[in-house]
Nanobody, 116 residues
Framework: EVQLQASGGGLVRAGGSLTLSCAAS????????LGWIRQYADKRLEVVSC????????DYSDSVKGRFTASRDNTKSTGSLEMNNLKPEDTAVYFC?????????WGKGTQVTVSS
């Protein structure tokens, strides 16, 4: 069974930090780019980051650039999203996503709420 489980969310104050984790199983993790996607309360989706496969680099949305750091550990089939200087606008459900040509795996997200 393919699993892609995000965890680590919670309630934090603006300016605080939080680290999310992603645990993957059931597929060949190293062959996939690893993304973080967030869904706002109004259901809009935004790609937060993407750590590409094959050591291909990391991309960030402009809204989180300089504040968030995404990483992956291919030996453990895990990923992390380190979030700093959180803003109320970061409030969303965060999902980790593994994707490649012809495949796209999503798991259950984790809620991040940032209070002002």
């Amino acid at each position: 069974e393919v699993q892609l489980q995000a965890s680590g969310g919670g309630l934090v104050r603006a300016g605080g930090s939080l680290t999310l984790s992603c645990a993957a199983s059931g597929f060949r993790f190293v062959d996939f780019d690893l993304g973080w996607i967030r869904q706002y309360a109004d259901k809009r989706l935004e790609v937060v980051s993407c750590v590409r496969k094959l050591n291909g680099g990391t991309d960030y949305s402009d809204s989180v650039k300089g504040r968030f750091t995404a990483s992956r550990d291919n030996t453990k089939s895990t990923g992390s999203l380190e979030m700093n200087n959180l803003k109320p606008e970061d409030t969303a459900v965060y999902f980790c996503n593994a994707f490649r040509s012809g495949m796209n795996y999503w798991g259950k997200g984790t809620q991040v709420t940032v209070s002002s």
